[in-house]
C-alpha cells in the first residue's frame, strides 16, 4: 500500500505561485499514473493534472493550462505542482492520487493523501 502526504500549500495573492508536493511512501510508485484533484467548499472534486508513471505525459484541466505544470522525482517518491498565476477561482483543497483505475481525469484512484490548503486572495 502506498502513503501519500501532500505539502506546500497556503495562503498567496492572486497572481502569485506556490508549489505543491506530493511524497509517497510504502512502496515505489514508478510505475502508477500520479494525479492531482480540488476541491473547493460546497463543490465536487474536480480533476487538475496528471502525470503518467515515467514522466513522459501529462493532462491538464483547460483552465489551468499554461499555468500549472506537474512534475515527479521518482527518485525520491515525489510528484509536485507548480501552480502560478494563481487566481481567487484556484482556491480549493488540493489532493495527490495514485494509480488510476480508469481514466486519469475521473477520481477512481487507488490512493489518496489527506489534502492540502491552497487560498488566493484577490
Known amino acids: 500500500q502506498v502513503q501519500l502526504v501532500e505539502s506546500g500549500g497556503g495562503l498567496v495573492q492572486a497572481g502569485g505561485s506556490l508549489r505543491l508536493s506530493c511524497a509517497a511512501s510504502?512502496?515505489?510508485?514508478?510505475?502508477?499514473?500520479m494525479g492531482w484533484f480540488r476541491q473547493a467548499p460546497g463543490k465536487e472534486r474536480e480533476f487538475v493534472a496528471a502525470?503518467?508513471?515515467?514522466?513522459?505525459?501529462?493532462w491538464y484541466l483547460d483552465s489551468v493550462k499554461g499555468r500549472f505544470a506537474i512534475s515527479r522525482d521518482n527518485a525520491k517518491n515525489t510528484v509536485y505542482l507548480q501552480m502560478n498565476s494563481l487566481k481567487p477561482e484556484d482556491t480549493a483543497v488540493y489532493y495527490c492520487?495514485?494509480?488510476?483505475?480508469?481514466?486519469?481525469?475521473?477520481?477512481?484512484?487507488?490512493?489518496w493523501g489527506q489534502g492540502t490548503q491552497v487560498t488566493v486572495s484577490s
Open positions: 492520487a495514485g494509480r488510476p483505475r480508469v481514466d486519469v481525469r475521473t477520481t477512481r484512484y487507488d490512493y
Open positions: 502525470i503518467n508513471g515515467p514522466g513522459t505525459y501529462t
Open positions: 510504502g512502496r515505489a510508485f514508478s510505475s502508477d499514473a
